[in-house]
């Protein structure tokens, strides 16, 4: 037989264990192990020693029976071949064992039947482990397919299996969730009944060549649901071959990709566009204006760039909240776009900023001519919670190719067009010309030095005495802004002062003024000179803030200096940017016995309806009305014309920038109550006043000004 086999033999008599194996060797086996046991222990240890092929058991032993045996090997689970040897075994008997599970059994006079009853039983032992192998598989194969059916049941992405014809055998429930078509709805259909006629012949020809020649195509389809509609969905084809190695079906799976489309398009939207009006962003408008460039180099059309700002568009926020500030800007740019045609490009930079592509111009005329236009739609009164609010904007403007070759500086001069009119008056518009991208890059160093001088300590005051006419005594003096660059030098208020309050520096340094000033009056006064009053220049800024008041409070205790000893002054353009607000501040503030001026009366609204609100106690006459007086006949009438509305409002008139003795003579005849100019003295730091410290006289108190209703 040829066959190896290992041996437990149950035998106490050891000459008929090894007849036992000579036996079955003459017969054609090979015995590898054999090993012979006589006791219950024994045996116990040795089925587990072992892969046996088989037990021969001797049927009488002493004290360990075969029953015993048989019951150890069934209680150990070994599907072993377990034949009964004996020389004293009934047929009763014999039967008895079979019945209990023995496999055969052999009489030891007639060993002939030896092998042949071992190799039934061993074939009988390999046919049932065959059985259980395919019982074990059938079973492990049905719970591999209803974990698979599980698993393809509760998928999201649905799944159809077609034949090779295309027919559709299969769904999943997900397949019928996404295309809204139930199964038996769908079987032995064609799946073009999903098309939605988005794609071409060629499409589908090459989604057919891939999964025939390469077994499987990956890809994104639109497909239409039951309901009509389409909807994108990603796609996976797979040849699902057979035993053959030929293909033998086709399986698709496939998953709705709508809400991803939708957050993939909302992202790139927000990408370039702004999320408060809608409009283009920074990045594509450009794009877009790159674009134009191009198209403008190759002779197809022309470009000019507007950017605009709103003018006091702080206030606004400041004043009314950010809500309105947000539709303020919403309507704004409604406003704009109205004007533009259809290939025009809107976009806004953020805050108060846009920007406009014009791609259809004749000629810079025609581009003031909408410029304007655009201008004239701002400035219309716009109703914003409840408030009627007049804005106005700054534009400035270049064109391709003069003002710039490329994106860029094409940006760069629009901007520096559009700072010409930072610190102008505002609704007004601004070609970029050559040198203006020079004096924007000397706003830039100055704004950039600005931001560290008051930390390094680089700014000044100076003072300038105010003469009082009748005596020629100095009671007031005015603190006057100066600035000593480390990196720019001396630079002029002119100049620095615009950037200051263009950068919204003005705030911190006009805290820092008032508190300075008073400071210094403090000092003169403890080292024996009279209490003398400091006039101080308050910006638009400060004053749009609301706590202008309050600072004034705060310095005048931290300072200890008497109120009647601090005089505010404000422009005419400062108070009426917003009357109502700035009223109640200037009330609260001349309440506490602060005095305060107009200054530069005459070169801004000069309302007098608004003018008789305030409750002031001087004006001062501008320079340039008194730079006219010896050569001028009309700045004579408006000086006289001053002092008579001043004396009927009650209060006390001051000319700046006297210079001659003509100037002095004319405007004391007139009844200025006080001078001011280089006549007397420069403004000058506080060491330097020495000269006309004998002249200081205490600062007199002014009549309390008369307080006009101011509307709540």
């Known amino acids: ?264 398009a909302r992202l790139d939207y927000l990408t370039h566009h702004d999320p408060l009006t809608g409009f283009a962003n920074r990045q594509l408008f450009m794009e877009r204006l790159e674009q134009a460039l191009e198209r403008a180099a190759a002779g197809e059309g022309k470009a000019a760039v507007l950017l605009l700002d709103l003018d006091r568009f702080r206030r606004v926020n400041e004043s009314l909240g950010q809500d309105a500030g947000d539709r303020l800007l919403q309507v704004m740019g409604e406003r704009i776009a109205g004007c533009l045609k259809r290939r025009s490009s809107l976009a806004r930079l953020g805050s108060d900023e846009f920007l406009l592509l014009i791609t259809e111009f004749a000629d810079a005329d025609a581009l003031a001519a909408l410029a304007r236009r655009i201008l004239d739609e701002l400035a219309r009164p716009v109703t914003i919670g409840g408030q009627t609010l007049h804005m106005s904007a700054s534009l400035g403007i270049s064109v391709y190719p003069d003002d710039g070759g490329d994106a860029e500086h094409l940006l760069h001069a629009a901007e520096a067009a559009r700072a010409q009119i930072r610190h102008g008056l505002g609704n007004r518009l601004h070609f970029f010309t050559p040198g203006m991208d020079t004096r924007a890059r000397r706003w830039i160093a100055v704004e950039s030095e600005l931001r560290h001088a008051l930390a390094r300590g680089e700014l000044q005051l100076y003072y300038q005495p105010m003469v009082c006419v009748r005596d020629g005594r100095v009671r007031t003096v005015e603190a006057l802004l100066r600035w000593n660059s480390p990196e720019l030098g001396w630079v002029s208020p002119a100049e620095f002062i615009p950037v200051a309050e263009e950068s919204e520096l003005i705030v911190a340094i006009g805290d820092w003024v008032l508190e300075t000033a008073c400071r210094q009056v403090r000092h003169w006064q403890d080292t024996g000179l009279p209490p003398i009053r400091v006039a101080v220049n308050v910006s638009a800024h400060q004053l749009a803030g609301g706590r202008l008041p309050e600072r004034v409070r705060e310095v005048l205790e931290r300072s200890g200096i008497a109120p009647g000893q601090l005089e505010i002054e404000l422009t005419e353009s400062a108070m009426m940017s917003d009357s109502e607000h700035s009223a109640r501040q200037v009330e609260a503030i001349s309440r506490m016995g602060v005095s305060v001026s107009l200054d530069d009366f005459g070169t801004g609204y000069s309302s007098l309806a608004y003018l008789s609100r305030f409750a002031l106690t001087k004006l001062k006459i501008d320079r340039s009305f008194v730079d006219g007086l010896t050569r001028d006949p009309k700045s004579s009438i408006i000086v006289d014309a001053t002092l008579g509305l001043a004396r009927g409002l009650g209060l006390r008139v001051v000319a700046e920038g006297v210079e001659t003795e003509a100037q002095r003579e004319l405007l004391a005849a007139a009844g200025c109550d006080a001078l001011q100019g280089y006549l007397f003295s420069p403004p000058v730091a506080p060491a330097a006043l020495g000269a006309l410290i004998d002249r200081f006289a205490p600062a007199e108190r002014y009549a309390k000004p008369r307080v006009f209703a101011v509307s709540a």
Request: proline residues 3%; negative net charge; charged residues 25%.
């Open 1 to 264: 037989m040829g066959e190896n086999i290992d041996l437990l033999i149950v035998e106490d008599n050891e000459s008929d264990a090894a007849l036992v194996v000579r036996q079955l060797e003459r017969a054609g086996y090979t015995v590898a192990t054999a090993r012979r046991v006589d006791r219950a222990a024994e045996f116990q240890v040795a089925l587990g020693a072992c892969a046996w092929s088989a037990v021969l058991c001797d049927y009488a032993l002493p004290g360990f029976s075969p029953e015993e045996a048989l019951a150890q090997v069934q209680a150990s689970g070994l599907d072993l071949p377990f034949v009964v040897v004996s020389a004293s075994l009934s047929d009763e008997e014999a039967s008895r064992l079979m019945a209990l599970g023995a496999h055969d059994y052999v009489h030891k006079h007639d060993l002939a039947r030896l092998a042949p009853a071992l190799s039934r039983s061993l074939a009988e032992a390999r046919g049932r482990q065959a059985r259980r192998d395919a019982e074990d598989g059938l079973r492990a194969r049905d719970a591999h397919l209803r974990i698979w059916s599980e698993v393809v049941e509760g998928l999201h992405e649905g799944i159809v299996v077609t034949s090779l014809a295309g027919d559709i055998l299969d769904c999943n429930p997900a397949f019928e969730r996404i295309t809204g078509y139930a199964r038996a709805e769908v079987l032995g259909l064609n799946p073009r009944v999903l098309k939605s006629g988005r794609h071409d012949a060629a499409f589908y020809a090459g989604l057919w060549d891939a999964l025939v020649t390469r077994g499987s195509w990956t890809g994104e389809v639109w497909n239409r649901r039951k309901s009509g509609e389409i909807y994108p969905e990603r796609l996976a084809l797979r040849a699902v071959r057979g035993a053959d190695g030929l293909p033998s079906h086709y399986v698709g799976m496939f998953s709705d990709i709508s809400r991803e489309k939708q957050d993939q």
